[in-house]
């Protein structure tokens, strides 16, 4: 679907998106937990899928982003989204969910870090940033794993479903 460079990183494997990823992609996307805390559909269906592989992805490559799959290197199972949303004026936005079945396992932190070094290194950007719920503990915790620094509250930021919400931003700067 593109040609994107395959990341390695300790645990996991960030490769461009494939259309045989869809059932994969459908399956995770029923969590409770990825519904609530990202701009997913909900409810998702397999047509979902197809729409996030067919616009989604080559979307966040026009607006100078990258959409990866992440692998675990262990079984080559898919395990995750990692998104550099756009990069502009040298600043980046990253989105991302990992399917339960692979979560506190220390995948997502190993993605997040080598999609962020990557970002650094090839697409000119000296600032990276997430906007992560104040309530969504578990993604505040990878973040930080990762490197970045809570940086404070943005209220109203967000709109999801229909609702304004608050977000905490979150920075890493380019070594």
């Given amino acids: ?21 869809a ?10 937990d990825i519904q609530r805390w990202t701009t997913v559909p909900s409810p998702y269906g397999p047509g979902d899928a197809e729409h ?6 080559p979307g966040a490559r026009a607006r100078g982003g990258a959409a990866y799959a992440v692998e675990d290197l262990a079984d080559g199972s898919l395990v995750g989204s990692m998104t550099l949303l756009h990069a502009e004026r040298g600043i980046g936005e990253i989105g991302y969910w990992i399917a339960p079945w692979a979560r506190r396992r220390g995948l997502g932190a190993d993605a997040l870090d080598t999609l962020a070094a990557w970002a650094f290194a090839h697409r000119d950007v000296h600032r990276l940033e997430l ?4 309530d969504n503990h578990g993604s505040r915790a990878l973040a930080a794993r990762a490197g970045f620094a809570e940086e404070g509250l943005l ?5 999801l479903r229909g609702e304004r919400r ?5 920075g890493r700067l380019a070594p």
């Fill in 23 to 32: 059932p994969t992609i459908q399956a995770a996307c029923q969590d409770p």
């Fill in 131 to 134: 906007q992560i719920e104040p």
């Fill in 1 to 21: 679907m593109s040609d994107l460079p395959v990341l390695t990183g300790a645990h996991v494997r960030l490769r461009p998106w494939r259309p045989n990823d």
């Fill in 52 to 57: 996030f592989l067919a616009h989604r992805v």
């Fill in 166 to 170: 608050d977000v905490l931003m979150h």
């Fill in 155 to 159: 209220r109203g930021r967000l709109v």
